[in-house]
């Protein structure tokens, strides 16, 4: 089975088999996962690939292999998040190698799938499910074990069951941190910034009984006087801001690494993903340092630049272009005999610039055309005018923006002078539903009358003047 991802001018097809023939594995089985992305559309698209690949698999490699290179990849757990950028016609390669370890299983059937996600473009791959078959030589001594047990031992059995109603009645704690995993190690150190108000959940395994509360405002939380049994306790992360660090990492201790898991539960008619604990035995002693490690979410941070790139001023004494070097403010200045006649063609620049650490898309630009500026068509063949008098752009739309990279797009407009409406023109522009851009970005032209002709007129007829009037003077003398 194939499913198909379109958009507009593209067409991403995800498909997924095994070396698996039938569904069922058992403890020890090794597992791989082919997955075949192909873009058969005409636009470059910058995708993720996502794949939270099932408890009780193991994840031993993943292997990514694109037209251009071939490459183990790093994986977290049994999270694979990779950012690739897939050309028109390009096919590319994902061999996840696994082995079956029924010890972290959670449930008796497990399946696989890969998301696919960019700008405007969401999909999922067909669907491996399997079923885990056990031991029945383990399940079967298991078994005898217990029947020995109670053929033999009814006396040991009845003093077991009084510990046990005397385990019952004691209670107990449960504490750990929820932070921040800042170098992404695994480990919690005394530097790293804890995470204040997260929900948290605590839920026995057999009674269904819940607790919740959030943790306090240096992270930490505890839950008191809870009864000895199984129990799993569940953090209600923000994904938008966090994805969840490497599992109870090798070579870091207990009271210092992370106890949780990722895992999608159904609350509602909504999937939503958390992080979990395997089962908590609480039998005989408080449980401390269960802790939640959480790593901030790489992110897109575009900014964008509005600057003045040239302007040129037409009239009945020809064309005079004049040169920026992408200011935020030129000057012009018109002869005022030809003011009337002139017409001033402004060039901006507007510079899309990724600040951020994972490629972006802007899907779209709007500049709000100044009172007095004329939009052409013609010669902005990128852009279009909207009903409220708006100029927008979607010409980056399907053009990814990588870290550090900046896309420039040029915007052309004219004004048609008078005396009247000289003075400075004010341009603004922004990036369409970017909250950290939501100010935007201007850059200010100011057209004036040119005056230092004027004023050596003034001069000229000042000196004309005097010469006249000193000639008067001495004719004045002689003839008197």
């Given at each position: 089975?194939?499913?198909?991802?379109?958009?507009s001018?593209?067409?991403?097809?995800?498909?997924?088999?095994?070396?698996?023939?039938?569904?069922?594995?058992?403890?020890?089985?090794?597992?791989?996962?082919?997955?075949?992305?192909?873009?058969?559309?005409?636009?470059?698209?910058?995708?993720?690939?996502?794949?939270?690949?099932?408890?009780?698999?193991?994840?031993?490699?993943?292997?990514?292999?694109?037209?251009?290179?071939?490459?183990?990849?790093?994986?977290?757990m049994?999270?694979?998040l990779?950012?690739?950028?897939?050309?028109?016609?390009?096919?590319?390669?994902?061999?996840?190698?696994?082995a079956?370890?029924?010890?972290?299983?959670?449930?008796?059937?497990i399946?696989?799938?890969?998301?696919i996600?960019?700008?405007?473009?969401?999909?999922e791959?067909?669907?491996?499910?399997?079923?885990?078959?056990?031991?029945?030589?383990?399940d079967?001594d298991?078994?005898?074990?217990?029947?020995?047990n109670?053929?033999?031992?009814?006396?040991?059995?009845?003093?077991?069951?009084?510990?046990?109603?005397?385990?019952?009645?004691?209670?107990?704690?449960?504490?750990?941190?929820?932070?921040?995993?800042?170098?992404?190690?695994?480990?919690?150190?005394?530097?790293?910034?804890?995470?204040?108000?997260?929900?948290?959940?605590?839920?026995?395994?057999?009674?269904?009984?819940?607790?919740?509360?959030?943790?306090?405002?240096?992270?930490?939380?505890?839950?008191?006087?809870?009864?000895?049994?199984?129990?799993?306790?569940?953090?209600?992360?923000?994904?938008?801001?966090?994805?969840?660090?490497?599992?109870?990492?090798?070579?870091?201790?207990?009271?210092?690494?992370?106890?949780?898991?990722?895992?999608?539960?159904d609350?509602?008619?909504?999937?939503?993903?958390?992080a979990?604990?395997?089962?908590?035995?609480?039998?005989?002693?408080?449980?401390?340092?269960?802790?939640?490690?959480?790593?901030?979410?790489?992110?897109?941070?575009?900014?964008?630049?509005?600057?003045?790139?040239?302007?040129?001023?037409?009239?009945?004494?020809?064309?005079?272009?004049?040169?920026?070097?992408?200011?935020?403010?030129?000057?012009?200045?018109?002869?005022?005999?030809?003011?009337?006649?002139?017409?001033?063609?402004?060039?901006?620049?507007?510079?899309?610039?990724?600040?951020?650490?994972?490629?972006?898309?802007?899907?779209?630009?709007?500049?709000y055309?100044?009172?007095?500026?004329?939009?052409?068509?013609?010669?902005?063949?990128?852009?279009?005018?909207?009903?409220?008098?708006?100029?927008?752009?979607?010409?980056?739309?399907?053009?990814?923006i990588?870290p550090?990279?900046?896309?420039?797009?040029?915007?052309?407009?004219?004004?048609?002078?008078?005396?009247?409406?000289?003075?400075?023109?004010?341009?603004?522009a922004?990036?369409?539903?970017?909250?950290?851009?939501?100010?935007?970005?201007?850059?200010?032209?100011?057209?004036?009358?040119?005056?230092?002709?004027?004023?050596?007129?003034?001069?000229?007829?000042?000196?004309?003047?005097a010469?006249?009037?000193?000639?008067?003077?001495?004719?004045?003398r002689?003839?008197?």
């Open positions: 089975m194939q499913r198909k991802i379109k958009q001018r593209i067409e991403i097809n995800a498909y997924q088999t095994t070396n698996i023939s039938d569904n069922k594995i058992k403890n020890g089985d090794e597992v791989k996962f082919f997955i075949t992305i192909e873009n058969k559309g005409v636009i470059e698209k910058d995708i993720t690939i996502e794949d939270e690949i099932p408890y009780g698999l193991i994840v031993n490699s993943i292997k990514l292999k694109t037209n251009e290179e071939e490459k183990q990849l790093n994986h977290e049994n999270l694979l990779e950012h690739v950028i897939i050309k028109p016609n390009e096919i590319i390669e994902l061999e996840i190698n696994t079956v370890d029924t010890n972290t299983m959670i449930k008796d059937k399946e696989n799938y890969v998301k996600k960019g700008v405007n473009i969401y999909g791959s067909n669907k491996v499910s399997f079923i885990i078959e056990l031991d029945k030589t383990t079967e298991n078994t005898n074990t217990d029947d020995n109670n053929g033999n031992n009814n006396g040991d059995n009845n003093n077991n069951d009084n510990n046990q109603g005397t385990q019952e009645n004691n209670k107990y704690n449960i504490s750990g941190t929820a932070w921040i995993d800042e170098n992404a190690n695994g480990e919690r150190e005394s530097s790293e910034t804890k995470i204040p108000n997260m929900p948290i959940m605590l839920i026995n395994e057999n009674t269904k009984e819940e607790f919740s509360k959030t943790t306090s405002e240096d992270g930490n939380y505890t839950f008191e006087n809870i009864k000895a049994g199984k129990y799993i306790i569940i953090f209600q992360y923000d994904t938008s801001k966090y994805k969840v660090t490497t599992y109870q990492k090798e070579g870091v201790t207990e009271e210092n690494n992370s106890d949780v898991i990722n895992e999608t539960i609350i509602g008619n909504k999937k939503i993903k958390i979990k604990t395997k089962t908590l035995e609480l039998n005989s002693n408080n449980l401390e340092n269960i802790d939640a490690g959480f790593i901030e979410n790489k992110k897109t941070d575009l900014k964008l630049d509005k600057t003045i790139n040239k302007v040129t001023v037409r009239n009945n004494k020809g064309t005079e272009v004049r040169a920026y070097n992408q200011t935020k403010l030129a000057k012009v200045e018109i002869d005022g005999k030809q003011i009337r006649n002139s017409e001033v063609t402004i060039e901006y620049n507007i510079a899309i610039t990724n600040n951020g650490e994972v490629a972006g898309y802007v899907n779209e630009i709007i500049d055309l100044p009172e007095g500026l004329f939009f052409n068509k013609e010669i902005n063949k990128a852009w279009y005018q909207n009903s409220d008098g708006t100029l927008s752009t979607k010409v980056l739309a399907n053009q990814s990588a550090n990279e900046t896309k420039n797009i040029t915007l052309i407009l004219t004004k048609k002078m008078t005396e009247e409406n000289t003075g400075t023109v004010t341009n603004k922004k990036i369409k539903d970017v909250e950290i851009n939501s100010n935007g970005s201007q850059a200010d032209i100011i057209i004036s009358i040119k005056t230092g002709r004027i004023v050596l007129y003034i001069l000229l007829s000042i000196i004309i003047t010469i006249i009037a000193i000639g008067i003077y001495f004719i004045k002689k003839v008197l």
